[in-house]
């Protein structure tokens, strides 16, 4: 089974609106991260926003708030007041187990969001 | 500036040629990690070390090797043994005990012709 789940391959969205990417995941660690990347056309890997499994506030930054559904195993990202520099691909990611410094990452296969102006 | 650097950015090699990608960091970063990347898959976990002179095959590793004899360079070896090598490869690193703490390299793109 996919331990992490991205179900739009493409989305496009008017300059302005707010957009919601989707991501579930997959584990049985009660303690686990999950994470945003944005990977513009340049291949860089940018970070946008960090969720642990038992933060019990939904993480925001800036424009970016992740709307984190822990019994649906749901961590969908919310860009607000999308920019055309938002056209970029996303991806979900996890950490499964607790923070001791060293875990790997499992990454989705990516949203490749395009904002219309 | 701290950060990792990933070099050549653009390499071509001849099939049946092993290929060496270079990562380097100066961010004092214990551990590190090789992804690869094709259209429509994602990231994949190639492989990863948590300490010097000690590493973990990731989920693909089939076809490829590393060393890791210094904390700053994570070198990985693409083998003839590798069947599908073109790809872009990301190098990553992660600062211990910080969630926000991964940080990649700007990626080789490997062609074989």
């Known amino acids: 089974a996919q331990k992490i789940t991205q179900t739009q391959p493409g989305m496009f969205v008017q300059e302005k609106e707010a957009v919601t990417l989707d991501c579930t995941y997959d584990?049985?660690?009660?303690?686990?991260?999950l994470f945003w990347y944005k990977q513009p056309s340049s291949g860089e890997m940018i970070f946008l926003i960090y969720?642990?499994?038992?933060?019990?506030q939904n993480a925001t930054e800036g424009r970016y708030s992740l709307n984190f559904q822990k019994a649906r195993k749901s961590a969908n990202l919310v860009i607000s007041a999308s920019q055309l520099g938002d056209s970029a691909m996303y991806f979900c990611?996890?950490?499964?187990?607790?923070?001791?410094?060293?875990?790997?990452?499992?990454f989705g296969t990516g949203t490749r969001l395009t904002i219309i102006p | 500036d701290g950060g990792i650097t990933q070099s050549p950015k653009y390499l071509f090699r001849k099939e049946g040629q092993n290929v060496t990608l270079s990562c380097e960091q100066n961010?004092?970063?214990?551990?590190m990690y090789w992804y690869r990347q094709d259209p429509g898959q994602g990231l994949r976990l190639i492989y990863y070390?948590?300490?010097?002179?000690?590493?973990q095959k990731g989920d693909i590793a089939e076809g490829y090797s590393v060393s890791r004899e210094k904390k700053e360079s994570f070198p990985l070896t693409v083998t003839s043994a590798q069947k599908n090598p073109t790809a872009f490869y990301l190098c990553?690193?992660?600062?211990?005990?910080?969630?926000?703490?991964?940080?990649f390299g700007s990626g080789t793109r490997l062609t074989v012709v």
């Open positions: 990553a690193s992660k600062e211990q005990g910080s969630n926000y703490g991964y940080t």
């Open positions: 584990t049985s660690d009660q303690s686990y991260g």
């Open positions: 969720q642990g499994s038992y933060d019990e």
């Open positions: 990611a996890m950490r499964e187990g607790p923070n001791f410094g060293n875990e790997k990452l499992t």
């Open positions: 961010l004092n970063h214990d551990a």
């Open positions: 070390s948590q300490i010097v002179n000690d590493f």
